[in-house]
Every structure is written in structure tokens, then in C-alpha cells.
């Protein structure tokens, strides 16, 4: 069976919910600890090769470049143990295909420490294959501690700078924004050794290390849309962290990378605290107040999700049976007179579309027909206005798209002619979003269509798939920034439409409503270790408030991984969400549907 026949067949937190509510009444306290009223202070002094920080919540040691020491200053806690600075590399230059070249004294060079101010210390760095320096900074108001890193050399291609943090507490466990929030140890499988680039996969520029009762965090209060990334740990060693600032690409010539500031702090209970200052920082650095305050009530009554819904009326019979309409969300994917994934932008509904829509609507459910943000067929004739800004590779400058046939993936014809003579291929490139003539195309063409269907919600696909490239600056704009626009300008067409999209993060929870999100790694089949991924709905926790998360494939319940895979999607604050058939799995629903349908209906 092929990907998309896969998806045409297999096409409890409710309402607001705890986790929701708890996020709305989270403290918002400036500092992360119970002392942040009071006595604020902050200090740096250079002791000979070290930088001494002392505040109001905190203090540290760094030694060329590693923090080696950093403790609560209410408890006495420390976090950071046995690093050793002369056996590895605070600073290195990230080049392609994630070659690291240490700033360091591998070679011959040196590690230099100057005072700044009475609260800023910087270490210069001067090595055989590259130079930098990294300030460090103390926050008087917060006793936050501030980091910011940069490195160059006369090598081009320089793609990232990389700060490296080692001797983390080995009871710590990481709590970060992958696949909508996981808390897991360090050493875990899951996570060991891996890269994570912001916002494809690390969802919000945030860490936190969470201890029994305490723990710190970092993040960056970027709005800016730098690219960035965290890599956790290595082949060699599990409690360590790297935190990259990426150059824009292209990188071809690129000398150097930085200009991020990475904010370091300590906290008290668990990482609700830590999370919650960071969601009152993004609704501030983004105004979402205003975007939460225009979002309709009724997309928090929405009790119950389909996605890949057939469109069988049939469906829609058996639902109302068992669920108000109104509380009903049905991602509708094969509307189209063009086959699935195939001919974008084209928009036209087929007669049947109109009809289940038409009886769908008249019985107040929620249809969310099925449109692509980015992807377009190059077999399309606005293809020749749009081939110029088509997503290249940061790497390899490639063509970056997909194509799906005979159940395997081919990738993107780097063909001229093979790219518009393969449609039965599914052959998709992807359009930069920044490019306004796209976002204008693409609105024309969705504008028309949920005028034509009197549609209240659309969703628009690969939403999530925003990140650094060749050509990341189009109309002065990165991708991200650009798909922001894209979502925002698609929520504003007509008299407004509430926007679905696929994938959850910090950028496009801002114009989004619905979300259909994916599980660890586990986009079609679910990985080895899934269950251990429960337990923290981290991005519900942050986003919720503006963006709900619907489930997305191998939510049928007919086996054991299913149930799993619906369970967790539940566990991690989504609506209830099932993949059906026909109505037979709603009028003779196994076990796990019935969970659902139970879920929805309390």
C-alpha cells in the first residue's frame, strides 16, 4: 500500500481543559525563584581565567568558555559537575554536514579573560582555526545569567556557532519542545546524540532541566527569526547540550555566526514555572494578547477530531448520533477535482465535496477541507512565474519537495523537464513563503474556494516545514517569518477564516487555530519507545491558549500501537482524534475509538 492510499483509509483534554486553565493562571514572576522580589542584585569579576557570577537567584563559574559551576543561591543546589575545560571545546565553528572545528588551545593559541563592566566579563578566544569571544553577561532585575557566543574564521562556508554545555547533573532530565513537549533523561535513547533546528523540530527556543523539586533552564528571546538549533549529547557522553546560532544562508562565503543571547536561570518546582515565563515572554515579544482576544469561542468547544476523513455522508449520520456537531472538527483531505497532491494551487471541489460539505455545514459540523501552504505541482502552469524561489538546501543547494510513487519516496527531479512531465509522481516543490506574489496566488485561489463553499476553517498543509536554506532571504524574508505571513494572510481572507495547519510551534501557533500534530518520530509508524514520551504536554502548556492540537494518522485504534498512538496524542492535550473508514467505526466502534467518543462526550 503507498503513502497516500494509507492515509485516504486510514483517514482527555476538552474544552479548555486542567492543563489549559493551569497555563492561564501560571505565575508570571519576572525571576524563576521565590526570592525575585526582593534584594535584586547582580555582579561579574574576573578572578585570572575565570569569570565569577554572582545574583539574586544564582551563581557561577566559567572557565575558557564552559560554565563548570552554576548553583541555586537559596538552596546551595548545584547543577553543573565535573566539567573539565582543558579536554574539550567551549566554542566551535559548525560547517557542513555538521563538520565542528574547535576554538580552542587544541593548536596553538589562546583563551584570554577581560573585565567589561560590573556585571558583563568577555573570553577571547584565539586558536589556530578560528577566533571568538563569548560575553557573559548578569541581569540585576531577573538574576538571570546571559550568554552570548561568536566565532569567525577565514575558512567560508561557516554555517553555525556552537556553545557547548557540559557536566549536567545526571539525575536531570530534559524538558523541551519536541513533537509538542517530551521530559526524558538525558541518556535516553530517544534523544541522545541528536539535532534539533528551531522551529521545524525544536519547537521554541527553550530547555529546561528538570530535578526532583527544581532545576534551571535556558532560552533565547529571539523575535527576530534567527535560525538555531540544540544539539543533546553525543556518542561519547550523554549530559551535555550544544547551542547553536545558525547564519543565514546562503553560506557558501559566510566567515562567522552568532548574535544570539542564550538567558540561564535557576527555579523552584517543576517546569510549568519556567514555562509559563516563557509563554508570558512571547505573548508579550509578539502582541498575541490582541490575536488571542480575536480567536472565535467555538474552537474551544471542539470536542472530537477526525482527520483524513473520508467524505462519506454516511459519516456524518453516524457522528451525530453520538456527538453534537458543533463540537465536531473533520479534517477533509479528497475534495478536489485533482487527485490528492496533486495540480496545486489548484482549488476546485468536486460535485460529492460540494455535497458533503453542504449536508456536513447544515448539520453544524466543523469542515476543515484540505488545502497545501507551500507545496505546489511544477506541472502547474503558475510554476513558470514561481520556479526562481523554490527552497534550496542550506547544504547542497537541492531542490527540497517530494515525490510519492510505487510506495517509495523519490525526492524532487532536479530535471528541468522530469519536474513537469511526472504528476502521476505527486512530484511537490516547495515555494518560498516569503515571496509575496506566492502568498497572493495562493490566497486568490483559497479566497475562491471557501467562497464558493461558504467554509468557516481551511487547513493548509506542511505549515511546520519552515527552516534555514540557500536561499533563506526572499523579499526581505526568512521562511519562517514568511510562513507566519502566509498563515496570517490566509486567516485574514474574506470576512475571515479560521486557520488549521500541520505541526505546532511558536511561529505558526500565532495565526493557526488547529494543529494537526505529530508524535515523536512516529510520523506514519510509531518509533521504538514512544510510550516513554508521555507525560508532558509542554507545548499545549505554551500555545494552547491560541492553538488547539488535533491527532494526525494510525489513530483507527485496530491494534495495540494505534491505541498507543491516540492515547498519547490525548496525553499530550490534544482533542480526542480518530482515522476511519467508514461510519461502521463510528457505529460499531472498537474499544479505542470508544474511548474517544467517550472523551468527547463528558
Excluded at 540561564?264 to 498575541?288: E, S
Excluded at 460499531?588 to 474517544?596: F, G, I, L, S, T
Aim: charged fraction near 20%; hydrophobic fraction near 40%.
Amino acid at each position: 500500500m503507498n503513502r497516500r492510499d494509507f492515509l485516504k483509509t486510514t483517514s482527555g483534554a476538552i474544552a479548555m481543559g486542567p492543563l489549559a486553565a493551569a497555563a492561564a493562571s501560571a505565575t508570571e514572576s519576572p525571576s524563576g525563584t521565590a526570592s525575585a522580589g526582593a534584594n535584586k542584585y547582580a555582579t561579574v569579576r574576573v578572578d585570572k581565567d575565570r569569570i565569577r557570577v554572582e545574583t539574586h537567584t544564582l551563581s557561577a563559574v566559567f572557565i575558557k568558555g564552559f560554565l563548570t559551576s552554576l548553583k541555586c543561591r537559596s538552596t546551595g543546589e548545584e547543577f553543573i559537575q565535573g566539567v573539565k575545560p582543558d579536554t574539550s571545546a567551549a566554542l566551535e565553528l559548525i560547517y557542513r554536514s555538521d563538520e565542528r572545528v574547535p576554538v580552542d588551545l587544541r593548536k596553538y593559541g589562546s583563551i584570554v579573560t577581560h573585565p567589561v563592566s560590573d556585571q558583563s566579563a568577555e573570553i577571547v578566544f584565539n586558536s589556530w582555526d578560528g577566533d571568538g569571544v563569548i560575553l557573559v553577561s548578569a541581569d540585576p532585575e531577573t538574576g538571570s545569567l546571559w550568554v552570548e557566543p561568536s566565532a569567525f574564521s577565514s575558512r567560508p562556508g561557516v554555517r553555525a556557532c556552537r556553545w557547548n554545555l557540559e557536566g549536567l547533573r545526571s539525575d536531570l532530565n530534559l524538558v523541551a519542545p519536541f513533537f509538542q513537549g517530551i521530559k526524558l533523561p538525558l541518556e535516553d535513547p530517544l534523544i541522545r546524540n541528536s539535532h534539533w533546528g528551531w522551529p521545524f523540530f525544536w519547537e521554541a527556543g527553550l530547555a529546561i532541566l528538570q530535578g526532583k523539586t527544581s532545576g534551571f533552564w535556558i532560552h533565547t528571546q529571539d523575535n527576530r527569526y534567527h535560525y538555531k538549533a540544540l544539539q543533546v549529547g553525543s556518542a561519547s557522553a550523554a549530559n551535555q547540550l550544544g547551542l547553536d546560532m545558525e547564519a543565514f544562508g546562503p553560506i557558501d562565503n559566510n566567515l562567522s555566526a552568532g548574535g544570539l543571547v542564550w538567558r540561564l536561570n535557576v527555579y523552584d518546582g517543576d517546569w510549568t514555572v519556567p514555562a509559563g515565563q516563557y509563554r508570558q515572554w512571547l505573548w508579550d515579544a509578539y502582541h498575541l494578547r490582541t490575536d488571542e482576544q480575536k480567536r472565535p469561542a467555538w474552537i474551544h468547544d471542539v470536542k472530537f477530531a477526525i482527520s483524513w476523513c473520508p467524505g462519506d455522508t454516511g459519516i456524518l449520520d453516524a457522528l451525530a448520533k453520538r456527538l453534537d456537531p458543533k463540537r465536531v472538527l473533520l479534517h477533509y483531505p479528497n475534495w478536489r477535482t485533482d487527485p490528492y497532491d496533486e495540480n496545486y494551487p489548484a482549488y476546485v471541489p468536486s460535485e460529492a465535496a460540494r455535497k458533503f460539505i453542504a449536508k456536513g455545514q447544515s448539520m453544524g459540523f466543523r469542515v476543515m477541507p484540505h488545502f497545501n501552504a507551500i507545496d505546489m505541482d511544477p506541472s502547474h502552469p503558475s510554476y513558470a512565474f514561481l520556479r526562481d524561489f523554490q527552497y534550496r538546501g542550506i547544504d547542497r543547494q537541492d531542490l527540497r519537495g517530494w515525490s510519492w510513487y510505487e510506495g517509495r519516496g523519490l525526492g524532487v527531479p532536479e530535471s528541468n523537464a522530469s519536474r513537469q512531465f511526472n504528476r502521476d509522481k505527486k512530484v511537490m516543490v516547495k515555494i518560498h513563503p516569503g515571496l509575496g506574489f506566492w502568498r497572493s496566488l495562493l490566497g486568490r485561489n483559497i479566497r475562491e474556494a471557501a467562497q464558493g463553499l461558504g467554509l468557516e476553517t481551511v487547513f493548509i498543509d506542511v505549515t511546520l516545514v519552515s527552516h534555514n536554506l540557500h536561499n533563506c532571504f526572499i523579499d526581505a524574508t526568512t521562511p519562517t517569518e514568511g510562513m507566519n505571513k502566509l498563515i496570517r494572510h490566509v486567516a485574514s481572507l474574506g470576512s475571515g477564516l479560521v486557520v488549521g495547519g500541520e505541526g505546532l510551534n511558536e511561529i505558526t501557533m500565532q495565526g493557526q487555530s488547529f494543529a494537526q500534530a505529530h508524535l515523536f518520530k512516529s510520523w506514519q509508524t510509531s518509533t521504538d519507545g514512544l510510550e516513554r514520551t508521555k507525560g508532558c504536554p509542554l507545548n499545549e502548556f505554551l500555545f494552547g491558549r491560541l492553538c488547539r492540537t488535533i491527532g494526525y494518522s494510525g489513530l483507527s485504534g485496530r491494534n495495540a500501537s494505534e491505541e498507543l498512538r491516540m492515547n498519547l496524542h490525548v496525553d499530550h492535550g490534544a482533542i480526542p482524534t480518530i482515522t476511519l473508514r467508514s461510519a461502521a467505526d463510528i457505529e460499531n466502534p472498537n474499544a479505542a475509538v470508544q474511548r474517544m467518543l467517550d472523551l468527547a462526550g463528558s
